[in-house]
Nanobody
Framework: QVQLVESGGGLVQPGGSLRLSCAAS????????MGWHRQAPGKQRELVAA???????QYAAALKDRFTISRINAGNMMYLQMNNLKPQDTAVYYC?????????WGQGTQVSVSS
């Protein structure tokens, strides 16, 4: 059993930045990948970024220049740095983790980008 808790969402102006945090607890030793997904109004949930156990990363192509995923292994923390935010980035962002599948999900944190 793994528990994931996101924080750091909020309302920002276009062009602004936010850093999301995810705290993981429980039986995390077997986790192979952690990541961030988002779901915008009227759209399907999509993968934003992922980070493997070895530290390699993966990004949605449209976001790779603006978003950065990172983690602190010892602290069981994962982050998503979001820069140059755009209105279309508005979504609920979810921390996720798994082995072969995305098995665990956080509660989600709202990110709103608006003037």
């Amino acid at each position: 059993q793994v528990q994931l808790v996101e924080s750091g969402g909020g309302l920002v102006q276009p062009g602004g930045s936010l850093r999301l945090s995810c705290a993981a607890s429980g039986s995390i030793a077997g986790i192979n990948v952690m990541g961030w997904h988002r779901q915008a109004p009227g759209k399907q949930r999509e993968l934003v970024a992922a980070i493997q156990k070895d530290g390699s990363t993966q990004y949605a192509a449209a976001l790779k220049d603006r978003f950065t995923i990172s983690r602190i292994n010892a602290g069981n923390m994962m982050y998503l740095q979001m820069n140059n935010l755009k209105p279309q980035d508005t979504a609920v962002y979810y921390c996720s983790a798994g082995t072969l599948n995305w098995d665990y999900w956080g509660q989600g944190t709202q990110v709103s980008v608006s003037s």
